[in-house]
């Protein structure tokens, strides 16, 4: 079965501090690829996404992301964080050829202090 | 343009209780899916829809669970005779006509079950 590790389950920093979120997903085949965010008490929302083309993709507020098919990841970055980007992120996996689900990770919180 | 809405935000339920969770699409979506968080988890997929077909129930309980999209209405989640693993967070999430391969999932708020 298709499954998606979060490598850190809860990420302390300070502002300003450079931000790598690890995710690895089991799929030998074509994918999918998301992040989502999931600020204090508000719903999911798309952070960047992944489907075909350059492997390095932009999302809203400064966050990339980077495609390494050989790897199975696909890491979140950010430069820079603000205390705003205090959240929890969720790497999820759409299998094209096993089905129609997402699959989710377990998420990791983010915690910025300023 | 509204985004996914889903009602009720919050919902009890005492055990042997039946629930129903609603979820109405972003706007021009055709394509509703359920997925389930249980705590310290990540979203599960539960089932994905159409207007008025089922077209994969694969992370759906084979007991107790049901899904439904009609031609007109929200989508419903309903949950019968409920008992206390059921309680989770409950999230609806939409898509355009290209269906999950192509076009991207837009959440909702999601509804928080607690049963007593």
């Known amino acids: 079965a298709q499954s998606v590790s979060q490598h850190n389950h809860h990420v302390i920093l300070s502002e300003a501090a450079s931000l790598e979120l690890g995710c690895n997903y089991s799929y030998g085949g074509t994918v999918n690829l998301f992040w989502y965010v999931q600020y204090p008490g508000q719903h999911l929302q798309l952070l960047l996404k992944?489907?075909?083309?350059?492997?390095l993709v932009k999302g809203i507020k400064g966050f990339e992301a980077e495609f390494i098919k050989s790897k199975f990841s696909f890491n979140l970055r950010k430069p820079s964080v603000q205390w705003s980007d205090t959240a929890e992120y969720f790497c999820?996996?759409?299998?094209?050829?096993?089905?129609?689900?997402?699959?989710f990770g377990k998420g990791t919180t983010l915690s910025v202090s300023s | 343009n509204a985004g996914v809405m889903q009602n009720p935000r919050h919902l009890v339920r005492r055990r042997g209780q039946e629930a129903r969770l609603r979820c109405s699409p972003m706007?021009?979506?055709?394509?509703v899916y359920w997925y389930r968080q249980l705590p310290e988890e990540g979203l599960k997929f539960m089932v994905y829809l159409q207007k008025e077909n089922i077209i994969d129930e694969s992370g759906m309980p084979k007991e107790r669970f049901s899904a439904e999209f009609p031609k007109e209405g929200p989508s419903i989640l309903r949950i019968q005779q409920v008992v206390r693993g059921d309680s989770a967070a409950y999230f609806c999430?939409?898509?355009?006509?290209?269906?999950?391969?192509?076009?991207?999932?837009?959440f909702g708020p999601g509804t928080r079950l607690t049963v007593l």
């Open positions: 999430a939409s898509s355009q006509a290209g269906g999950p391969t192509t076009d991207t999932q837009y």
């Open positions: 999820a996996v759409n299998a094209l050829q096993a089905g129609t689900a997402l699959i």
């Open positions: 992944y489907f075909s083309g350059d492997p």
């Open positions: 706007k021009g979506h055709s394509h």
